[in-house]
């Protein structure tokens, strides 16, 4: 959330409070009062309502000013702001650029010339532009470089026009992932094994399928100085899934605090059925506390009882509703659907609209098949502004099993 402002954020059934928290149904009935609405979609812009920085809110905007068909002359006027509120309208016109807004391509452009934070402008249009629509600025940013403190560390699109950039020290070590898992296992098992090459060879593991063989190792990965796992190992512990539980039973015992809480958390994901009560109770208290980053870690735990979470479904359905940590909702939909799916069609249609891509994809796999939700499934497959992955899905659901198209 923005620091500048005193934030409070509005009921979360009203238009305002919905579309803080980035809620489909706050995008859906702001269609429905274009003028009323209009007001929320810029402060939005303007100010950060996201939880924290995981939240995404950038696409959903964006896609507001352009439903609406309100003017991007507001956004650009942001760009005058401090970095952060400058980068925040960059992002929605980044997109509005795409979608077919020249005033919006037009005012980023400006803003290369002339404005203060005008590098972090530039990369970012570069990543998400097609190169013919900014690489003409490269007599710009040849005369306004000199100007700033530092070199950038990306290399786009300065190495095209010719500047330098910092370089990253690098040390090439051999790839490992060209090993069998059998030739990776005893890398890892020999103490003259260097600590680089450990960690390579846990690349390497994460990428395939994963080997209880790693289990009896787990205890000797840890780092010189005995404080920490190896980079990489904890990832390749939680791929194990329930082969590493027994292991973890021992883990949480032993004298080292980086061993004894790896197997605590293995234990904590993988709950045996005396821990149900005590998840329930947890998410209940989350709820009281109004704790809005980490019950979706409870609703992940909750989600493996399946209908025995029963007593759950209340909390997680509040937790949906209301939580403005928008990157949180899509386990709290998946954990109510894992417990009971009764009454959950509206939940994934509206997710159709949300602003999180999680929450697009499940609705795009779940939400029953009718003229709205294919209506909006071929917005959402022939949106430019939309992510890659949701454009892929929507294609995806628009096909039958036999092969035929549906629009």
Avoid at 98 to 115: C, F, N, P
Wanted: net charge negative.
């Amino acid at each position: 959330m923005s620091d500048e402002y005193e934030m409070t954020y509005a009921h979360p059934d009203s238009v305002e409070g919905l579309l803080q928290r980035g809620r489909g149904l706050g995008a859906v009935r702001a269609l429905q009062d274009p003028q009323g609405a209009a007001v929320f979609v810029y402060d939005g812009i303007r100010r950060d309502w996201r939880w924290d920085g995981t939240d995404d809110r950038s696409l959903y905007l964006a896609r507001l000013v352009r439903d609406l068909e309100l003017s991007p002359a507001p956004v650009v006027d942001l760009l005058a702001g401090d970095e952060e509120s400058c980068l925040r309208a960059c992002e929605v016109l980044e997109l509005l650029a795409l979608a077919g807004s020249d005033e919006a391509r037009e005012g980023l452009r400006d803003y290369v010339r002339t404005g203060e934070h005008w590098v972090r402008v530039l990369e970012s249009v570069s990543a998400g532009w097609p190169a013919e629509w900014w690489e003409d600025l490269g007599d710009i940013a040849r005369a306004r470089i000199s100007g700033e403190a530092e070199l950038s560390w990306f290399s786009e699109p300065w190495t095209r026009f010719g500047i330098e950039v910092q370089s990253r020290p690098s040390s090439t070590r051999p790839s490992r992932t060209g090993l069998r898992t059998a030739d990776l296992l005893p890398l890892l098992a020999d103490p003259r094994t260097e600590n680089a090459t450990k960690v390579d060879a846990l690349r390497a593991l994460n990428s395939r399928e994963p080997s209880a063989g790693l289990i009896p190792l787990i205890p000797s990965l840890g780092t010189p100085d005995g404080r920490r796992p190896l980079p990489l190992l904890r990832r390749a512990v939680e791929r194990l899934g329930t082969a590493a539980v027994p292991a973890a039973h021992v883990w949480a015992q032993d004298e080292r605090p980086w061993l004894a809480q790896l197997g605590a958390d293995i234990l904590a994901e993988h709950p045996g059925p005396e821990a149900l009560p005590g998840l329930v109770e947890e998410l209940a208290e989350q709820w009281t506390a109004r704790t809005w980053c980490g019950p979706d870690q409870t609703a992940r735990r909750l989600a493996r009882f399946g209908p025995d979470a029963a007593d759950a479904v209340p909390y997680l359905r509040r937790f949906w509703l209301r939580t403005p940590h928008s990157y949180e909702r899509t386990a709290y939909l998946e954990a109510l659907s894992a417990i009971n799916r009764d009454g959950l069609d509206y939940v994934y249609t509206e997710s159709l609209w949300d602003c999180e891509e999680t929450a697009r994809l499940l609705g795009i796999a779940s939400a029953p098949a009718g003229l709205e939700t294919l209506g909006r499934i071929v917005l959402l497959r022939d949106d430019p502004m939309e992510t890659p992955e949701v454009r892929a899905a929507a294609r995806a659901r628009l096909v039958t099993p036999s092969g035929l198209r549906l629009t």
